[in-house]
């Protein structure tokens, strides 16, 4: 008897914050759900949307999503919703403390890393929990990566 394998969850990603990973040290990740109306989940099924300069806070014990961009759907007319509004985020009681925690504590920064929807088509965030880099790690990490790059050219030209 054969054992059917599960397929590969499908993520549609919508929007991507590219700058985090080279601005943060990623300490941890979490996946949370997204509190959205129906004219913001139009618009994010759109693929317009922009978190690049958006970050999550602590506020009365629950995680915000603030200054992410949704752009208005065209076709919601009087119905559409604020581009700029501040989102809920959906996290058990233990993942808010635990966030909630870092911040506070250790100093570190909430920073989301893309929104992306799940294999149920649900509107999913992916939030990282990170730590600042200063300009001298962020000098060695572009260094780095030119390194592999180039390193990578010569391995590609010789075999």
Do not use: C
């Not at 080279?22 to 959205?36: R, S």
């Not at 999550?56 to 603030?66: P, Y």
């Not at 570190?108 to 893309?114: D, F, R, Y």
């Amino acid at each position: 008897m054969a054992v059917k394998a599960k397929p590969a969850t499908v993520k549609k990603i919508v929007a991507e914050n590219r700058k985090a990973r080279f601005n943060y040290e990623i300490v941890d990740t979490y996946e949370a759900g997204l509190v959205l109306t129906g004219t913001e989940v139009k618009s994010l099924r759109d693929g317009k949307a922009n978190i690049a300069e958006s970050y999550a806070s602590d506020e009365g014990g629950e995680i915000w999503l603030i200054n992410s961009y949704l752009p208005e759907y065209l076709q919601a007319n009087r119905f559409n919703h604020e581009t700029r509004r501040r989102r809920k985020l959906l996290l058990s009681k233990r993942e808010v403390h635990r966030l909630r925690n870092a911040v506070n504590r250790e100093g570190m920064t909430l920073v989301p890393l893309k929104i992306y929807f799940n294999d149920r088509g649900r509107a999913k965030l992916e939030l990282a929990l990170a730590k600042g880099k200063k300009l001298h790690d962020k000098r060695e990490t572009a260094k780095e990566r030119d390194w592999n790059r180039q390193k990578s050219r010569l391995l590609k030209d010789r075999g």
